[in-house]
């Protein structure tokens, strides 16, 4: 299947500064990337949808100013948490999905990223 | 998206087939089910999706009844590395922004011994 690489798979930071993933699709156009939480014993929660070239549509209650997210390429989607807390940390995932082949039906996944804010 | 119905857990015996069942009786005629997998702390991992006709791949099977009211995923041999999270999921099918996945909370599958 398609692949998604997502980096970096953990990270721990201080309170207040600012976190960057990068979620890629390595062998497709991902058209539209997704970006989900997950939190221990919890099923995803998608926070927010971003197409390439375009501002990223939140779900309800996630803010935006918050979890930036850019999709500035076909390829590569980032997920900014800024001046992370606490709170914060959690399990991030992405994923993304394209308009041509295997990857028009079928979300692919990154391996996801464990955020840690102490 | 239809929502879905899955058992909590089951467990397997290694080497036994796992039948892991999902209710969909609101599904519509547009809409696939998918199932995905989540190991332990790792991205969801595509498993296999159908319409309305029975499915098979490398990694399993999809049954899905006639009135499509409900499917059953078949692990045919099932390893200790199957056990996980099962997702069982209905949307259609297509590529764009209107495509996203909602997951339900799944079935976990241990395998055992």
């Known amino acids: 299947g398609a692949v998604v690489s997502q980096h970096p798979s953990r990270v721990i930071c201080k309170s207040g500064t600012s976190v960057k993933i990068e979620c890629r699709s390595l062998?497709?156009?991902?058209?539209?990337m997704f970006w989900y939480r997950q939190f221990p014993k919890k099923s995803l929660m998608l926070m927010a949808t971003?197409?390439?070239?375009?501002?990223?549509?939140?779900e309800q209650g996630v803010e935006k100013d918050k979890f930036l997210i850019n999709h500035a390429s076909l390829t590569l989607s980032t997920l900014t948490v800024t001046s992370a807390h606490p709170e914060d940390s959690s399990f991030y995932i992405c994923?993304?999905?394209?308009?041509?082949?295997?990857?028009?039906?079928?979300?692919?996944f990154g391996a996801g990223t464990r955020l840690s804010v102490l | 998206d239809a929502k879905t119905t899955q058992p909590p857990s089951m467990d397997c015996a290694e080497g036994r087939a796992a039948n892991l069942p999902c209710n969909h009786s609101?599904?519509?005629?547009?809409?696939?089910v998918y199932w995905y997998r989540q190991i332990h702390s790792q991205g969801p991992q595509y498993i296999i999706h159908?319409?309305?006709n029975n499915e098979t791949n490398e990694m399993a099977s999809l049954i899905i009844t006639e009135d499509r009211k409900s499917s059953t995923l078949i692990l045919p041999h099932a390893t200790l590395r199957d056990t996980a999270v099962y997702y069982c999921?209905?949307?259609?099918?297509?590529?764009?922004?209107?495509?996203?996945?909602?997951f339900g909370k799944g079935t976990l599958l241990t395998v055992n011994p």
């Open positions: 062998d497709f156009q991902a058209t539209t």
């Open positions: 159908g319409l309305k």
């Open positions: 994923s993304a999905i394209g308009l041509a082949g295997e990857a028009k039906n079928i979300q692919y």
């Open positions: 609101t599904i519509s005629g547009n809409e696939y």
């Open positions: 971003s197409n390439e070239g375009s501002k990223a549509t939140y």
């Open positions: 999921i209905v949307r259609v099918a297509g590529g764009g922004s209107n495509y996203k996945l909602t």
